[in-house]
Every structure is written in structure tokens, then in C-alpha cells.
């Protein structure tokens, strides 16, 4: 059925300009790019971000945290000495969130915070620079981490990423059926 909608829409002179999967793309990056996933995925920055959560925009965490080469901020003050793991849902508003895993930053290579569409895509599709992900591989996670499906679910009056986990998935598999284009 999906196909076939593709069809139909190709045979429109505006649409046959858009190659299939970029529709899927930017739903990708519209997830990808919000504060839920990049106040994590920062970089060799040592703060996590605090953007959207109403203390205006590139706001570093407070109370001088610092993730360090750890990410866990082993050298300091620890992630969890607030962000407990623990499977209690969120419902206090700006309370630390808790998941069911060590609360931590991504690995320096993963930052994807500020980086345009063209670039975020280019890094997701190239193993070399993410953690040596294939499509199927890259599903799995998305399926798996506790930090995504937290994202579509973050609870406590936070805003989540668009859409759900299923979209998600079914808009990676489009794009990756479709060779991954990028814009
Ligand atoms: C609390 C921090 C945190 C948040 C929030 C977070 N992540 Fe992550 N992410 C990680 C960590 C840590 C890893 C490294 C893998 C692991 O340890 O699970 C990771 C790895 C990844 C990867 C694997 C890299 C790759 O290219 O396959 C993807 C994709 C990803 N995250 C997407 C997301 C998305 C999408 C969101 C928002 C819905 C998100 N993350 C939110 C911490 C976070
Ligand atoms: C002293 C307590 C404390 C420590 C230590 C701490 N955090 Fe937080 N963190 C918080 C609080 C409180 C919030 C919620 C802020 C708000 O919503 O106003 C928060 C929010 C966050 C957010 C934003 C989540 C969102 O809603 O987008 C991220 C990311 C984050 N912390 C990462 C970390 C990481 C990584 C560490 C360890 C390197 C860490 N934090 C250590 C208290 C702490």
C-alpha cells in the first residue's frame, strides 16, 4: 500500500524532484534534534544541556555538573547521585529523571547536538561514525536503549520527542530502504 501511494505520488511532476525516504529522513532528524535526545548527545562538551525545559535556549545543566571522560561523572559529583535508576515514572516537573539504567552521556563520537540536517544524516549513515551501526543494527538499538524510549516518554510536564518509537523505526527502515538519502 505504501508503495503504491509512492506511486501515485511520483507520477505528480512536483514529487518525482523528491527521492523517495527523505520525507522519512526529516521526521528522523525532527526526533534526533530535539532536547530530549541532545541534551544527551552533546559531545566532548562536559555538560549535559538543560534546552527546553522553560531556561531558554543552550543552557548548560546547573549545579556545575560535569560528565567527564567517564560520562557518568565519575571524577565529580555522579549522575546518579540524582538521576537514580529506577523503574518509578517520572511525575515530579524538574525533578532528575530516572530510567532503569545508568543515567549517562553518549560516547564523545555519538554528538549530534547543533549539527544540521545534512550533517546529523551524513554521520548516521557512515559505521565509521556511528559506534559501527548497520540499518539493522541501528534499529535494534533504537528498539532497546532505555534512554529513546524515554524521549517519547519523559514524563514530569517535559515535552516529548515528536511522534513514537514505532514511528521511528518504521521512518528508519523507510529511509534505509530508500539508500539513506540526505538533505
Ligand atoms: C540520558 C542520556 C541520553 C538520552 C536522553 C538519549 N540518549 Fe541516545 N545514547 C545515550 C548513550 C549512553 C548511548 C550509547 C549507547 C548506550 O550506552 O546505550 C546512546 C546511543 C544512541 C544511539 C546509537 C548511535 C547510533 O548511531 O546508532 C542513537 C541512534 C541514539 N542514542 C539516539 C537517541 C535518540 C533518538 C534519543 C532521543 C529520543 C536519545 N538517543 C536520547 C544516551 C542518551
Ligand atoms: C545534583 C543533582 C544532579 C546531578 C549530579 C546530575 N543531574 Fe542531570 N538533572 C538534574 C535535575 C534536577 C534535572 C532536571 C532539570 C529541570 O528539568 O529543570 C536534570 C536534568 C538533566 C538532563 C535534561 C533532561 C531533559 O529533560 O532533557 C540531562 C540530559 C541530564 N540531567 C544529564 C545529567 C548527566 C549526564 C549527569 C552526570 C554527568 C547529571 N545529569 C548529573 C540533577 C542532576
Same mark, same amino acid.
Given at each position: 500500500?505504501?508503495?503504491?501511494?509512492?506511486?501515485?505520488?511520483?507520477?505528480?511532476?512536483? +514529487?518525482?524532484?523528491?527521492?523517495? =525516504?527523505?520525507?522519512?529522513?526529516?521526521?528522523?532528524?525532527?526526533?534526533?534534534?530535539?532536547?530530549?535526545? &541532545?541534551?544527551?548527545?552533546?559531545?566532548?562538551?562536559?555538560?549535559?544541556?538543560?534546552?527546553?525545559?522553560?531556561? =531558554?535556549?543552550?543552557?548548560?545543566?546547573?549545579?556545575?555538573?560535569?560528565?567527564?571522560?567517564?560520562?557518568? =561523572? +565519575?571524577?565529580?559529583?555522579?549522575?546518579?547521585?540524582?538521576?537514580? &535508576?529506577?523503574?518509578?515514572?517520572?511525575?515530579?516537573?524538574?525533578?532528575?529523571?530516572?530510567?532503569?539504567?545508568?543515567?549517562?552521556?553518549?560516547?564523545?563520537?555519538?554528538?549530534?547536538? =547543533?549539527?544540521?540536517?545534512?550533517?546529523?544524516?551524513?554521520?548516521?549513515?557512515?559505521?565509521?561514525?556511528?559506534?559501527?551501526?548497520?540499518?539493522?543494527? /541501528?534499529? +535494534?538499538?533504537?528498539?532497546?536503549?532505555? /534512554?529513546?524510549?524515554?524521549? /517519547?516518554?519523559?514524563?514530569?510536564?517535559?515535552?516529548?520527542?515528536?511522534?513514537?518509537?514505532?514511528?521511528?523505526?518504521?521512518?528508519?527502515?523507510?529511509?534505509?530502504? +530508500?539508500?539513506?538519502?540526505?538533505?
Amino acid at each position: 500500500m505504501r508503495r503504491l501511494l509512492a506511486l501515485l505520488l511520483l507520477a505528480t511532476p512536483l +514529487a518525482a524532484e523528491e527521492p523517495p =525516504g527523505l520525507a522519512a529522513w526529516d521526521r528522523i532528524y525532527a526526533v534526533a534534534s530535539h532536547p530530549r535526545c &541532545t541534551n544527551c548527545h552533546v559531545g566532548p562538551q562536559e555538560e549535559p544541556m538543560w534546552n527546553g525545559l522553560g531556561y =531558554g535556549t543552550d543552557q548548560r545543566h546547573g549545579m556545575n555538573v560535569r560528565a567527564d571522560e567517564t560520562r557518568i =561523572g +565519575a571524577e565529580s559529583v555522579p549522575c546518579r547521585t540524582c538521576h537514580v &535508576t529506577s523503574g518509578r515514572p517520572n511525575v515530579r516537573p524538574h525533578a532528575a529523571p530516572q530510567i532503569l539504567e545508568a543515567w549517562r552521556l553518549p560516547p564523545v563520537e555519538l554528538a549530534w547536538l =547543533g549539527a544540521s540536517s545534512a550533517d546529523l544524516c551524513g554521520q548516521l549513515r557512515d559505521p565509521e561514525r556511528n559506534d559501527g551501526h548497520d540499518l539493522e543494527s /541501528f534499529v +535494534a538499538h533504537l528498539e532497546a536503549s532505555p /534512554f529513546v524510549a524515554w524521549g /517519547f516518554d519523559p514524563g514530569g510536564g517535559r515535552e516529548p520527542a515528536p511522534g513514537s518509537l514505532a514511528d521511528l523505526v518504521a521512518d528508519v527502515r523507510a529511509w534505509g530502504a +530508500a539508500g539513506m538519502p540526505c538533505r
